[in-house]
């Protein structure tokens, strides 16, 4: 699993294109695999966003477009940011897969995207990813620059999941571990730009700390970064060209000529763009004289008008020297304003400029820090994007037929639409064409021609015509029996289609979507107090279900309540199926019996007994009440009960469910039937 570090501005102008150019290059000099990723484009005043274009011209990546500003906005104002972070999951998915590390540039505020930090914090959400902070500290004392970053790392606080404190990271890396408040952070550094001349770097890194972030990289301020070239200039600012001359000169400094000859030649110096009225033609030539005298002008930039002809002619021989003489068509101090506040990023052929940040950003940061970057090796864990996205995959791989009883429901009906127009799957109405037609059309619903429905014979219900079709191999799987308990559709399926022969007995996994993460629980519905035999067989099925859906499995077997008056027999058999799991798949991270509080402890290594991801009870009643607990304490989402051990897959669909809890266990069922192909 690729480490993912999103390197995220905390200001105006931090650099962060540079950082991310800077920071790839200081890892692959440690001969590591190195990715780099802009999900988003900035949005910009003039020309588009350069950032993967300058990768592509400074490195042998070949990063992905961004999505388009037009796209991201569209689906922020129609609050569809999850489907925006699954989109972003696609996107990464080859890189991240191909890489240890991948380096994903953040989006930078600004008043054009004032929504930065909203997206920038799903993205950390998403992938799951460390956060690098990037400021700029060129008008900021260390304690004003300290707030700032205070403010931005407060935002990549990973609060811990119920019952257990958040991860704890690699000792150096991040914030220190808070035992009182049980947070963490994702953020692992700062890297500091621009630091002024007169500062001394060093005062940084102390007001950083105390804000608990670790300074990285301290660069200091660079002049060289930010000069353009003319023809950058000619560019963005749209001007005409009176004579190119050499357009690869790069400008140091602006300057209007305001004064007469005398009073300016001070300012005639290498590099200098010299801003003049069109008609102060003595500056032109005063300008020509020195670039013949060996001084290298940036340019002269006309204003309003265009000088005679004849002092043009009279330049000539230093206009063939090299000397760019450029006209606006505004007036100087327009000119000039427009000048001064040029967009500072490096265009995206220049090749020299780029290549100079690189090597200067990646020199600056600390060997240990690279070190460590190197070393720690990422908790795979499926965040709820991820997860989203695995399952509608792996759904839409198999092209499964699902069959759907309670197809009078209006929630089933307008599920079963959704599903076959995103070609999710294949849904099957199971029940009398003249009933489904009636409720469709008083839900308002059109049932398209490729929605197939399928009438059971007098007399059988829809779930019982369902298994059938089931055993024969009609469809792929079969929701329905809403109305029922679920210990009776278990029964039926069983009965109907069987148990798989390692199953042992029917059971059921819940998938809880956290804020972070995705997670198992089993069993916590049908099995009150499951053998040592049918304890293993409950945890090995839940841990392969769950590696379908993209969940890396983590057993973790929670211990019996002290309190419980059989809690002694009870660590017993809990003990002898840990065993009986690990003799069956030694390849399997599997931990207990454990307590629930530490098995659901996030940690920054696999070593300890945390960061669990299937959590298997010892009993029912331990299940449910730890269950309810979760669900209802922090409101996280939960999909379930899924049915699991059986030959073929059978769900029950929530009973007054959403579209989005009907959409979830049908996507689930296609899921299990995929692993039947």
Known sequence: MARRILVIPTNHGAGVTSTCLGLVHALERRQLSVGYLKPFAQARWVGQDASVDLFRLT???????????????????????????????????DCLGAHQIVVVEGLAPGTEQVYSGRVNAEMARTLDADVLLVANAARLDPERLGHQVGVAHSQYVLRSNVGAPAFAPTAGVGRPRDESTREDSRVIGIVVNHIPADRDPGEYPKALAARGVRTVASVPTHPEFTRRRVCDVVRELGLQVLSAGDQNRRVQDVTIAAQSVPGFLDALQDGRLIVVPGDRHEVLMAAALAETKGIRLGAVLLTASAPDQQILDLCRPALDAGLPVLLSSERTYETATRVMHLDPEIPADDEERATLVKETLADAFEDSWLLEMSQRKPIPRSTPAAFRHEVLAQASRADCRIAVADSTDPAMLASAINLQARSVCRCVLVGQRVAIERA??????????????????DGVEAFDAGLAMLAAGGVDGLVGGARSP????????????????DAQVVS???????????????????????????????????????QTVGITPRISFIEPSAASLTAEPDVHRVREAVQLVQSRRPDYDVRGPVAFSAASRREGTSQGVGNGTVFVFPDGATAKATFQAVHRASGVRAIGPILQGLNRPVNQPPSAGSLAEINAVIVATAVQASRNF
């Open 59 to 93: 490195t042998s990546q070949r990063p992905p477009a961004p999505i388009a500003v037009s796209h991201l906005e569209e689906m922020l104002a129609a609050d569809r940011i999850g489907e925006l972070m699954e989109e972003v999951i696609d996107m990464a998915h």
């Open 440 to 457: 469709a059309a008083d839900a308002g619903l059109y049932l398209p021609p490729g929605l197939e429905i399928i009438e059971p014979d």
């Open 486 to 501: 679920i210990e009776e559709v278990g029964e039926r399926a069983e009965r109907v289609i069987g148990l798989r022969c």
């Open 508 to 546: 059921t996994v819940h998938y809880l979507v956290l804020a972070n993460e995705v997670v198992a629980y089993t069993d916590c519905t049908l099995n009150p107090l499951p053998s040592a035999e049918q304890l293993a067989a409950i945890a090995l099925w839940a841990a392969e279900e769950s």
